[in-house]
């Protein structure tokens, strides 16, 4: 295994794979977290599993055309369960049961190959080139159509038992609240996840305007619109209720947050703090962090790469 200990020490090179359900975005990255050179091409998981590891080779070919150094590894981040390499029943992928992505890979280009569920990654991430230089425990959340995460404790990634930990969204917040397809009513996701959250809150939405999404909520806050920020304060509210839960379940101090909606973050942030310090344990009340990710944008691919790294 390559390991990150001292700036001294021969770069090495991985690719990254950031599988999602309408792009593949994929990199090399350096040992040190430089992404050199970068691809983007369409998933097609509406066709069929061949055609997505077809995808998968043309994004690892065009990187490696015409890149002279050595690749120590290809890392792939996948939506749903991956466990030992395999992908199984993700969301959004037509036809996929159990694929082994990794074996493909591996065989196919002679070269160490290592998947794993895409919320890791991204607290991978976080954890060997983001907030975890200064910080080994602490829990990460992807803020988007869905709330998911991973869980680092002691420096290292908690997958659980079948490598499903850090569904956050599963938790419940009200036991006889909103349905979510997850299937836990009241939980936290069915206030939080995009598509929730703009239906729920449809009313105060349409004021702002039609084809409103996060992005322009945002932009409209920023402008100081009162509704725009009383939306955000609710956002901020419910996510303040579910960070208090797993900080006081786990006895972790510091939470960060990526995913595209932590875009507004500078909007939500201080009633989220204010929920937090209302509700949580003494403890932890008046010492703990909620901090925005450092490399949200390409957290996918440079988690993908350190699962070679790590």
Not at 32 to 51: E, L, M, R, W
Not at 192 to 202: A, V
Not at 267 to 279: Q, S, V
Request: glycine share 12%; aromatic share 10%; with cysteine.
């Amino acid at each position: 295994m390559i390991t990150l200990k001292t700036k001294q020490e021969k770069t090495n090179y991985a690719v990254g794979i950031d599988l999602g359900g309408t792009y593949i975005k994929s990199g090399i990255v350096d040992s040190k977290g430089k992404i050199i050179k970068q691809f983007k091409t369409d998933t097609f998981a509406d066709v069929s599993p061949k055609k997505v590891l077809s995808q998968i080779e043309l994004s690892v070919d065009t990187l490696l055309k015409s890149f002279k150094k050595n690749i120590s590894g290809i890392g792939i981040g996948a939506p749903g369960i991956v466990t030992n390499g395999v992908m199984k029943y993700p969301p959004n992928f037509k036809e996929w049961k159990e694929v082994e992505l990794a074996d493909h890979i591996k065989k196919k280009y002679k070269i160490e190959c290592i998947a794993d569920n895409d919320a890791n990654c991204a607290g991978l991430a976080e954890l060997k080139f983001g907030h975890g230089s200064k910080n080994s425990n602490f829990i990460f959340l992807t803020l988007g159509t869905g709330i998911g995460g991973a869980i680092v404790i002691n420096g290292k990634i908690y997958r659980g038992e079948q490598n499903g930990a850090g569904e956050f969204g599963m938790m419940t917040i009200n036991y006889n609240g909103q349905e979510c397809l997850g299937g836990n009513r009241g939980a936290i996701e069915a206030y939080l996840g995009r598509n929730y959250f703009l239906e729920q809150n449809k009313h105060e939405i349409n004021k702002l305007g039609k084809n409103i999404d996060f992005k322009e909520i945002t932009q409209y806050a920023n402008n100081g619109n009162k509704t725009a920020k009383k939306l955000l304060n609710l956002y901020g509210y419910y996510l303040g209720v579910g960070i208090t839960n797993y900080f006081n379940l786990m006895d972790v101090r510091t939470a960060v947050l990526g995913g595209g909606i932590s875009n507004s973050y500078s909007h939500f942030i201080g009633t989220l703090n204010k929920t937090i310090k209302a509700r949580a344990l003494k403890t932890i009340r008046n010492k703990f962090r909620v901090l925005r990710s450092k490399i949200n944008n390409n957290a996918g691919i440079l988690g993908a790469a350190a699962l070679i790294f790590e």
